[in-house]
C-alpha cells in the first residue's frame, strides 16, 4: 500500500513500477483508468489519507456525495478558479473546461491533503482523474498529468 509519503515531492519516491502502466489490474476501487505513467497508476485505496473519506459501504472515493460538491460542481469550481486568480492577480477571461479540471485537481487535494504550494505534489488517484476528465474534458483531447515538481 501506498502512503503519503510515497506521493510526496521527490521524483526519487516516485514508485518504478512500470508492470501497472497499461492496465489496471492494480485497482482496488474499480473505477481507475489505464494511465499513461507509472506514478499515475494509483487507486484511491492505495492512499491512506483517502481512507477518512471512505465510508465503509463506499467503495471508490468518487462515489463520496462531499466529492461531487467539492471537485465536479462547476459553480463550486468557477468561484474558487476566479478566488485563486484574484489572490494571483490574474485576469480571468473565461472559465474554460480546462481551467475548472485544473480547478478540480486542486480542490481535490487541498480536500485530502489540506495542503498545496509551490513543490508541494500529490498524485491524484487514477479514479478520480478519470472522473474528472469525464466531467471536464479538454478541447483538444491532450492531458499533461502528473508531472513531479523540477
Not at 10 to 36: F, H, K, Y
Request: proline letters at 3%.
Amino acid at each position: 500500500m501506498r502512503t503519503d509519503s510515497d506521493t510526496d515531492t521527490s521524483e526519487d519516491e516516485a514508485i518504478d513500477n512500470n508492470t501497472r502502466v497499461g492496465n489496471t489490474d492494480w485497482c482496488l476501487c474499480t473505477n481507475c483508468s489505464s494511465m499513461p505513467l507509472s506514478d499515475e497508476c494509483v487507486c484511491c485505496k492505495e492512499i491512506n489519507a483517502v481512507s477518512h473519506r471512505l465510508a465503509h459501504t463506499t467503495l471508490c472515493v468518487i462515489e463520496n456525495e462531499d466529492f461531487r460538491t467539492v471537485c465536479l460542481n462547476a459553480e463550486v469550481l468557477r468561484v474558487s478558479a476566479i478566488a485563486r486568480a484574484d489572490m494571483r492577480g490574474d485576469n480571468v477571461q473565461r472559465i474554460s473546461n480546462d481551467v475548472l479540471r485544473h480547478q478540480a485537481y486542486r480542490q481535490f487535494t487541498y480536500w485530502i491533503h489540506q495542503r498545496l504550494g509551490r513543490h508541494i505534489r500529490k498524485v491524484i488517484p487514477s479514479c478520480v482523474v478519470a472522473k474528472i476528465r469525464t466531467v471536464f474534458p479538454s478541447s483538444t483531447g491532450h492531458y499533461t498529468g502528473f508531472k513531479w515538481p523540477e
